[in-house]
């Protein structure tokens, strides 16, 4: 299976800040990479696809890129609302696999 | 709009079975696949596999071969995913998600719990 290394596990920022959140494959997944918003309620959002593209209704401040091995989610100003669990998704290759996670937290 | 609801949190004994459902709206339901996914954490997020809605051809993670099974009853435009010989390892929140480009749409997840 494909591992997803996601860093940091935790990130602690203020509101206004640019933030990254890493991810990286254990092996090339060819831009197969989405990005995904979990709330405390469970609620999950799928904010980017294809590694870059923007998903109709998420605010342009999110912002993906990468290639090969290693993909980045980037909010350029933090919002209250942006607070939340982040997630990778790899669908190249089966069993799909998820990123452990990064938790954005208020600093 | 597109959504997928879910049916409730479970409670069920070892060694029982449980049956969650995923009723999908909004969009022509046998033109995407449904997928399953669970939750737990300490193992994260896991892909347990799909289901081919209009021809309901399922492929699963090697992983939940034998424990879940995974069904569509395309007269209600609902997807099914049966667990069994439940342990409390699966004890979990499992959501339903639609493809493609991975999953687009998500359910809001069902909790089950797996205690004696």
């Known amino acids: 299976d494909i591992q997803l290394t996601q860093s940091p596990s935790t990130l602690p920022a203020s509101l206004g800040e640019r933030v990254t959140i890493s991810c990286r494959a254990s092996?090339?997944?060819?831009?197969?990479l989405n990005w995904y918003q979990q709330k405390p309620d469970g609620t999950v959002k799928r904010l980017i696809y294809?590694?870059?593209t923007l998903e109709s209704g998420v605010p342009s401040r999110f912002s993906g890129s990468g290639s090969g091995t290693d993909y980045s989610l980037s909010i350029s100003s933090l919002e209250s609302e942006d607070f939340a669990m982040y997630y990778c998704?790899?669908?190249?290759?089966?069993?799909?696999?998820f990123g452990g996670g990064t938790k954005l937290e208020l600093k | 709009q597109v959504q997928l609801q879910q049916s409730g949190a479970e409670l069920a004994k070892p060694g029982s079975s449980v049956k969650i459902s995923c009723k999908a709206s909004?969009?022509?339901?046998?033109?995407?696949?449904i997928s399953w996914i669970k939750q737990t954490t300490g193992q994260g997020l896991e892909y347990i596999g799909y289901?081919?809605?209009?021809?309901?051809?399922?492929n699963y993670n090697e992983k939940f071969k034998g424990k879940a099974t995974l069904t569509v009853d395309k007269s209600s435009s609902t997807a099914f995913m049966q667990l069994s010989s439940l342990t409390p390892d699966d004890s979990a929140v499992y959501y339903c998600?639609?493809?493609?480009?991975?999953?687009?749409?998500w359910g809001q997840g069902v909790m089950v719990t797996v205690s004696s």
């Open positions: 998600a639609r493809r493609p480009y991975g999953f687009d749409y």
């Open positions: 909004g969009y022509t339901f046998t033109s995407y696949y």
């Open positions: 289901i081919n809605t209009g021809s309901g051809g399922t």
């Open positions: 092996q090339s997944i060819s831009n197969s």
């Open positions: 294809s590694t870059s």
């Open positions: 998704l790899q669908y190249a290759t089966y069993p799909w696999t």
